[in-house]
């Protein structure tokens, strides 16, 4: 048996499909039903699997973004990348932590966790208060995604 079949292989393709940036659980937990796992198991694995970054993210964006602003290549992308974030976390900046859960919560192309994590370290919102709120939101997305793929897969 190939091991992307068996349940520990699509909880594994679930998990670290929910890590990747744009994909993150909007993607994976379709995926993980329309592999054979339950919808709640699906979610609460691309959950976990999208929340597994974020710490790292906050950590240490700062210093990656300094090291690759050294590359003449590479430092207007990061340029790019923090004025995306900066235009994108005005509703952050007015409302904070609300406004942090509900950019993350919003499951739709440029937000999720990884965005809200950007959006938290460009504002300069400490980890004990971005932390929190990336996770509600990133619960809050994986409840709505959940309920649309059932929904549209009539489960």
């Known amino acids: 048996m190939f091991f992307g079949e068996s349940v520990l292989g699509k909880l594994a393709m679930t998990f670290f499909m929910a890590m990747v940036p744009v994909v993150e659980l909007r993607g994976a937990i379709p995926l993980g039903v329309a592999a054979g796992l339950p919808p709640a198991v699906a979610a609460v694995t691309a959950m976990a699997g999208n929340l597994m ?3 790292c ?5 700062r210093r990656v973004f300094a090291l690759m602003r050294k590359s003449a ?3 207007p992308k990061v340029d790019r990348l923090e004025r995306r974030a900066h235009l994108k976390g005005r509703k952050v900046r007015k409302y904070r932590t609300l406004g942090l859960v509900l950019l993350v919560a919003i499951p ?3 937000t999720g966790a990884w965005t809200g994590a950007l959006v938290a370290d460009v504002l300069d919102i400490r980890m004990r208060t971005a932390l929190p709120a990336i996770a ?4 809050i997305a994986g409840c709505i995604t959940t309920a649309v793929t059932c929904g549209v897969a009539g489960l």
Do not use: F, K, S, Y
Not at 136 to 139: K, S, Y
């Open 53 to 55: 970054p974020v710490p």
């Open 57 to 61: 993210i906050l950590l240490l964006l």
């Open 73 to 75: 290549w590479l430092g």
């Open 108 to 110: 739709l192309p440029g």
């Open 136 to 139: 509600a939101g990133v619960v």
